[in-house]
C-alpha cells in the first residue's frame, strides 16, 4: 500500500510512514477513521485501544463495524476490518481503558505519536499528562455536530490539554430545580433526580423536595409550619421518598398525588417564591387534562410517536406504566444483590417515559412549555448529534497532522477549527495562526505545577481533598500527598494506609493556613505543589463554592476592571485566534522546549482507576461529564477568563477597549499567578518526588 503514495509523499515522508509507530486512544467515530486513513496511506504499526464494545448506535458511522459485530470489541473488530483493506499492516488491539495502569510511561515512549479519538475529559487528561511524561507528541481530535477541532499537544512547544481551563459544567441551583423551574431542562433534571430517589442510587444533593432553605423564601407566612419539619439543609425531614413510596408499595396515584399536588401545595404555601412569579397548580390524579395548551389533537398526535406532544392524561398513564415496570425491576435486582439500584440510561424504555412524563407534568403545573419524549431525550442525555462527515473531516486533518510531525514541521502543526459555517474567507476549516505556546502557569505542563487551594481546613475532610479537589477537580487518578517540610503522608495510593485520615479534617491532620503539600501522582507521572489557604466556608445559604483552586490569595480579591478584546465562542475552551481576526494579533513568545524527563519510577496500582464524581453541594449538574468532544464556550464572561490566562502575550494596545466585569463564582475554578514570570517556561525540570 505505502507503494500507492509514490509520487504524492516526499520519499523521506513515506519513509517516515513506514518506520513510524502510532497509537490510536478510541475505536469510535474518529478513531475507526483514522485507523482506516492510516491504513490507505501506508502506516504499517498501528495500535488501537477502545474500552467498549459496539452497540448498534454506532453503526450508522462507525463504518468499520457491522450487524454482525454488535457486543464484540471495537478495537478487535476494527483491527479486523481495516486489515481487509491492508493485510500487511500489524495492528495490536487492547480491549481496555487507557488510563489503566497497564499502560505507563514505558507504553507511551514506545509511539513516534498518539492520536486521541476519545469522548471523555478524564481519559484525554490522562493521556494528555502521559504524552507529556513520555514527550511523545499527541493529536487531540473532537467533534461535536458539525463542528470539530485538531490541535497537536507537544511538551515545550504547544499547549497542553490542560493549559487552559474548560467551559464548567452547566448547573442550576438547587432551589430552581426543586422549587421554582422557569425552563424545561429545570423539569427535566428534577425527574432525573426523582428516578435516582425513587429507583436508582440515593443522592442527597439530588432531593427533589421543596427547599425550604431557599433565602427567597425567607419569611414566609407558613415558614413556621415548614421549618418544625426541616432540617438545616432545607430537606424536609419527613420519610425519604424512597422510603415513602416502598411504604405505599409504589401506588402511581399516591405518588403522584405527593409530588404533583401535597408538594406542590407545600410550594405554594412558601409564599415569597410567588410574589413576582406564576404559582403553580396543584394537579389532582382524577382529572388530568387531556389537552396540550397551544396544541390542537392534530398537532398532537401528528408526527413520529417519540416526536408526538404527551397530554398530561397521557403523561399520567405513561407514568404508571412506567412506576410500575421500574418498581418491579427495582424488586428483581435487588432479589440477586441486596441494596442494589436501577441506573438511568436514556435508551431503557422505562427510565426514558418516566423521565419524559415526569418533566411534562411538572413543567405543566409551573407553566413551562411542554416537550416531546424525542426533545427531552436529546436533552435529559445531552446528545449532540454525532455526524460521519464530520468525524471524517476531522480524522483526515489529524493525518495531515500526523505528516507534519513526521517531517519535523511541528510548528505546521497549528490548531484547526471546522465550524458550521464558511467564513468571510470561505472557510470551513480555520486554522490557527501559529501553534499556541503552552501556558506557563499550567498546573500539568509548567516546569514546575503549583496551585493554591483556598478551603476551609476546619471543615474540609482528607476525604473531600482526595476526592473533590485532587480527582475531581485537578483529574488525578491516584494522588499520594505528603506535608512538605514535615514528611506526613496524609493521603495514600495505596490501599490500606492512609483511610483512618478520611474523615479527619485537613487541621486535624496538621493542614493550616500556609501549609505546603507536595502531590505526586505515580500513575499519570505527575507532581504539584499545592500551598493551603484558608478560607471559611461558606454558609449554606451562599451559593458560592466550598473550595477555590486559585494561585495566590490576590486571586481571592474582587477583580478590578481589566480591558480585554471581544472574542467569538471557542472550542476545547480556548479562546480561538484564527486567521480571520482582524482586530486582535498574538505577540508569539518564544519558549525554549523544557528538558524535563519525568523519568522517575512508576509506582505500579494493580486495579484500574475509576473516575470520580463530583461531590457538588449545591449545584446540580445537567451535562454527562463524558461528552466533551468540542467544548464551546457560550458565555462571554467565560471567554474573557480564558483570555485573562492564557493570553498573557497579547499586546495592550492593539486590544479593543472593553470593561472586564467580575465572574460569577465557580464551584471551583483556576487562576493562574499573575505575577509569575514567564520565563520559568524554559526553567529546569519539574521534581518528582516521592511522597513517602
Ligand atoms: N478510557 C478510555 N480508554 C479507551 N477508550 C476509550 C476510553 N474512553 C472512551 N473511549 C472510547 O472512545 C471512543 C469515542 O468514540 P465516540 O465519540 O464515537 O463515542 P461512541 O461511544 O462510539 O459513540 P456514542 O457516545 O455516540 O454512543 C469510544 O469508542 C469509547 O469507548
Ligand atoms: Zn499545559
Redesign the pocket.
Known sequence: MAASISGVFSESLQNAILQCKVLI????????EILKNLVMTGFNDIEI????TI?V??LN??FLFHKQHVGKS??AVAKETALTFNPDVKIVH?H?????SDYGLSFFKKFTLVMN????R??RN??NRMCLAADVPLIES??AGYEGQVELIKKGLSQCYECTPKAAQKTFPGCTIRNTPSEPIHCIVWAKHLFNQLFGEDDPDQDVSPDTADPEAADTAAEGALQNESNDKGNVDRVSTRGWAENCDYDAEKLFTKLFHDDIKYLLSMDNLWKKRRPPTPLDWSYLPDGVAGCSKDTMESGLKDQQQWSIAKCGSVFKEAVANLSKALKTCQETSPGDHLVWDKDDQNAMDFVAACANIRAHIFGIPQKTRFDIKSMAGN?IP?IATT?AIIAGVVVLHAFRILEHNLKACRSVYLRLKMNHRNQLLVPEKFVNPPNPKCYVCAPTPQAVLAADTTKMTIKELDETVLKARLNMIAPDVMIDGKGIVVISSEEGETEGNNEKTLEQVGIRDGTVLKVDDFHQNYSLTVTVLQREQPSVKDESPDFLIVADDEDLKPKEDITISEKPSTSNGKVEKVEDDDDIDIVETEISPSTSEADVPKKRKTESPTNNTINKKRKVETNNQ??D?VCIIEDDREVEKVALSVLPAIEEKILTPRKYKSLPDDDCSIVYDGNEDQSTASSPKRSKQLAK
Request: proline share 0%; charged share 20%; aromatic share 2%.
Open positions: 486512544v478510541g475505536a469510535g467515530g474518529i478513531g475507526c485501544i477502545d474500552l467498549d452497540d448506535s454506532n458511522r462507525q471495537k478495537a487492547y481496555d481503558s487507557i488510563t489503566s479519538a476519545l469522548d471523555n478524564a481519559a490522562h493521556v473532537g467533534t446528545i454525532a468525524n463524558h461528552d468532544d
